[in-house]
């Protein structure tokens, strides 16, 4: 197979857009030419779904972890009442529009009964052995009216061949097969996590890749195409579309969808680049809960519904793509509360885009290229329609004389995708009767841009100007709408966590001052430990007043944005009855801390009487001159 590159990938789906449109294009003057990058016809309709569910359910979910080693046996993935439409109607009752699920995670288990290797769901108990998890949920999501994309983990901790090439045929055959089983997908997800310690089929080592080299990754994105031509990839360079930088749910304000030709880092992929050579749209992802897996003593840390509306803003009304993460239970469910969250926000953003408040509106504009491209385009609903202005005009306004008695909070503006992103600069004013009064101004409108007021407002007139564009705008929607607040969901009390209290030992030593803020259980305080110019490790040792059996511990990293410190990359605990005999009792790397900076679970496989604790941690997750820790819980069996 020949190499292709970025731009030849773009070229074909470019030229169908072009056409495309060239058919739509009214009698009368010509259309506006596309101005710069464009999207392919998959991105367009990627485009248009919004928001859609992420769904991480494997083997993770019954050993309490966010990334698995790969030696999990696959007798462990037992969910006791599965129901792929349970979780599917959930998430169509929060308002998604689709669902991606991981086929396969980090530790290489499958969730499809595949003959590629044995450590898949057919050598598990679920349906005694014949149960496709991947089936099921395709199914439920056909018949919900939800589109189904699948997420396939290019690392794998279990397969002995990862990192050499054999490996490399074993994952196109997966690809393959999910591409060729499931019907049509809307999005196929490889994440960039790749490399690192795992099992590898006992060889139990580290293995470090050159994730570019060693995939070629535009011969994996042609492969996906060659079977489904409709789905859009996800995050390396060559895909359909980029990550947005973090997990949070945050996109940058503003946020282009053009990108630069070469792998962007964290805060190209958050901004993305104005005039950007490539159509490479952002994909926002966060999960309703701290963790992407489902652990029980989350259940208190769900996100509100009025957080997720402040999600919405962030994210989709920023024109990028939200996927919300939602975690099954061991059950196969999900938890109540989640549900509830679902439809309370669901229910609030059905009714508040339910009516455009500028429907019987009046436009009018200063210029206007014919009456196929009339000021009236902008409240038709169409999104292949559009007002726009002769060639030469790049900085136009366009008047909506409201109907009376109406009160807004949320201004949605959208541009004709196919002709490019035209519109650098936009302001908005309002007149209640005195005179026009700037009310919003910002940059990017592209697939769409959410302008949210301070207060719900009756106005007598609505002003659009584009105050910078290097070309003749091309704006298909201006609507107006108000919002509803949507109904609290009480959440359950956080659990006990049967942790050891810190009056239940004695610091004896500590590598950094101020360890207290460690054990304080204020994730909003940090402990520090400056690494630069010394060993890259920070320790604590405890002495317990009685012997304790521990069951593990959490650690929760810092989510304030810190340029100078970062959170531990490996951990190393040993235990001692008298504070010169040591032995471990675990060890490891955590998993994904870095992007996720969600709350790590760590078990310890021992249930001994320990007298004396030490932790050591290796390392920052990324280069940074301090290891910063927000807290550390100790757990008791």
Not at 17 to 35: D, E, H, K, V
Not at 223 to 236: D, K, S
Not at 469 to 475: D, F, H, S, V
Request: aromatic content about 10%; some cysteine; proline content about 8%.
């Amino acid at each position: 197979m020949p190499i292709l590159s970025r731009r030849t990938l773009m070229a074909s789906g470019l030229a169908s857009a072009g056409i495309s449109l060239a058919q739509a294009s009214p009698p009368g003057p010509a259309a506006p030419a596309p101005y710069g990058a464009t999207p392919s016809p998959r991105q367009l309709a990627w485009h248009r779904r919004e928001q859609y569910a992420f769904v991480h359910f494997s083997i993770n979910t019954f050993t309490n972890r966010e990334w698995g080693y790969g030696d999990e046996s696959p007798a462990l993935f037992d969910p006791t009442d599965f129901s792929a439409d349970q979780i599917v109607d959930a998430a169509k009752a929060g308002g998604l529009r689709g669902l991606i699920l991981t086929a396969k995670h980090h530790d290489g288990f499958c969730l499809w009964p595949t003959r590629l290797t044995e450590h898949c769901v057919r050598n598990s108990p679920f349906r005694g052995g014949k149960g496709d998890v991947v089936r099921e949920f395709e199914r439920a999501c056909r018949r919900a009216g939800l589109a189904f994309g699948l997420y396939l983990s290019p690392w794998d901790r279990n397969h002995a061949d990862y990192g050499r090439p054999a490996y490399i045929d074993y994952y196109r055959r997966q690809i393959v097969e999910l591409c060729t089983r499931y019907g049509p997908l809307f999005e196929f997800w490889f994440d960039g996590a790749n490399g690192g310690d795992g099992y590898y089929g006992g060889a139990r080592e580290t293995r470090k890749i050159d994730a570019e080299a060693y995939y070629n990754w535009p011969e994996i994105v042609a492969l996906v195409h060659r079977h489904q031509p409709m789905a859009c990839t996800f995050e390396p360079l060559g895909s359909d579309a980029r990550w947005v930088g973090n997990e949070d749910g945050v996109a940058g304000d503003p946020c282009w969808p053009t990108m630069p030709n070469h792998k962007p880092s964290q805060a190209e992929g958050n901004a993305g680049l104005r005039d950007g050579p490539l159509w490479w749209p952002a994909e926002t992802n966060t999960s309703i809960r701290p963790g992407w897996f489902y652990h029980e003593d989350e259940d208190s840390k769900v996100k509100d519904p009025q957080r997720l509306v402040r999600l919405y803003d962030e994210s989709v009304a920023r024109g990028t793509n939200l996927i919300l993460n939602l975690p099954p239970d061991r059950r196969g469910r999900l938890a109540d509360i989640d549900c509830a969250v679902l439809r309370s926000f669901g229910d609030a953003q059905r009714a508040t885009f339910a009516n455009d408040l500028a429907r019987g509106a009046v436009a009018q504009a200063d210029q206007v290229r014919g009456s196929a491209y009339a000021a009236a385009r902008v409240l038709d609903g169409d999104p292949n329609s559009y007002w726009s202005p002769p060639d030469a005009v790049h900085t136009p306004s366009l008047v909506l004389e409201l109907p009376p008695g109406r009160a807004f909070d949320l201004i949605r503006l959208r541009e004709c995708l196919p002709l490019g992103v035209r519109v650098t600069r936009f302001a908005i004013d309002l007149d209640h009767g005195s005179g026009w009064r700037e009310v919003a101004a910002g940059a990017c409108i592209a697939a769409q841009r959410i302008v949210r007021l301070p207060a719900p407002v009756q106005a007598r007139r609505l002003r659009l100007r584009i105050t910078e564009a290097p070309a003749c705008p091309a704006i298909s929607e201006i609507a107006l709408f108000r919002q509803v607040t949507p109904l609290p969901v009480a959440r359950p009390a956080a659990p006990d966590q049967n942790a050891v209290s810190p009056a239940e030992w004695t610091l004896v030593s500590s590598s950094a001052p101020h360890v207290q803020a460690l054990f304080d259980a204020d994730a909003g305080t940090v402990w520090r430990m400056p690494v630069s110019g010394g060993p890259a490790e920070a320790a604590v040792t405890l002495r317990f007043h009685t012997a304790q059996r521990l069951a593990g511990f959490i650690l929760t990293p810092s989510r304030a944005v810190m340029d100078d410190a970062a959170p531990p990359k490996r951990y190393t605990v040993e235990a001692s009855p008298d504070g010169s005999r040591w032995h471990p009792l675990a060890d490891g790397e955590f998993s994904n801390i870095v992007n996720a900076l969600s709350p790590q679970h760590i078990a310890f496989a021992s249930g001994a009487a320990v007298t004396w604790l030490r932790f050591v941690f290796h390392q920052t997750a990324r280069p940074a001159g301090a290891i910063a820790i927000a807290d550390l819980s100790i757990l008791r069996r």
